[in-house]
């Protein structure tokens, strides 16, 4: 909640500052609900548009929830009519909880993961609405504050680093999405980043499952 009530409000505040209210707020956190992607929308708004570019860059910058959707696929396959909401939720943040193992004494998975999915955007809202508000009345240099969503993933990257029984499948995705900035540019590595770290940890699955084995 502390993390996405911050994060909304970023969003919200910077969204007032290029002339949208906290009604756009309301309504991009509860329709559009794309975390990093609402930030790039600011920009998409504020300039001259072309739908050719939207799509490229949405796609671009959400290109990972296809792969979050194929590692969800078994898991929200009972989820019955709540199964659109799931896929619809799936944010970075939500699918960082809805891998980790529920806490003890959760009986009912298939709800936990749903109303964890559920608050994670009733938080997001409830942040963009309120940034928007305060943005009214808020006078400060907000240079760098799109630097929060950035911070966020480093600090689930680092959870999960702690938490993972291998660190295999962290180091590859990080290995190669260096060498892919490199070779492909800062502009155009994420598909092809997304797809050799398929590749690799299908190459690597075995050594994977060795090390979680030996770690357990």
Avoid at 129 to 136: A, T
Wanted: aromatic share 14%.
């Amino acid at each position: 909640m502390a993390g996405y009530l911050f994060l909304g409000m970023a969003f919200g505040i910077l969204l007032h500052e290029n002339g949208y209210g906290a009604w756009w707020a309301l309504l991009m956190s509860g329709i559009v609900y794309a975390g990093s992607m609402q930030f790039v929308m600011i920009g998409l708004l504020t300039g001259p548009f072309s739908i050719a570019q939207a799509v490229l860059v949405t796609l671009s910058v959400n290109a990972r929830h296809l792969f979050y959707g194929l590692s969800m696929i078994t898991k929200f396959q009972n989820m019955g009519k709540k199964k659109l909401y799931m896929i619809f939720s799936l944010s970075d943040e939500t699918y960082s909880l809805l891998c980790a193992q529920p806490p003890a004494g959760v009986e009912d998975e298939a709800g936990y993961d749903f109303w964890v999915s559920l608050l994670d955007q009733f938080y997001w809202i409830a942040g963009s609405v309120l940034g928007g508000v305060c943005g009214k009345f808020l006078r400060f240099d907000t240079t760098g504050i799109d630097f929060a969503m950035t911070a966020l993933f480093v600090v689930i990257f680092v959870e999960q680093w702690e938490k993972a029984k291998t660190h295999i499948p962290a180091a590859a995705g990080v290995g190669i999405s260096v060498l892919c900035v490199l070779v492909f540019g800062a502009e155009r590595f994420l598909i092809p980043a997304m797809l050799l770290i398929l590749l690799a940890l299908f190459a690597a699955q075995d050594r994977i499952k060795g090390g979680v084995s030996r770690a357990a």
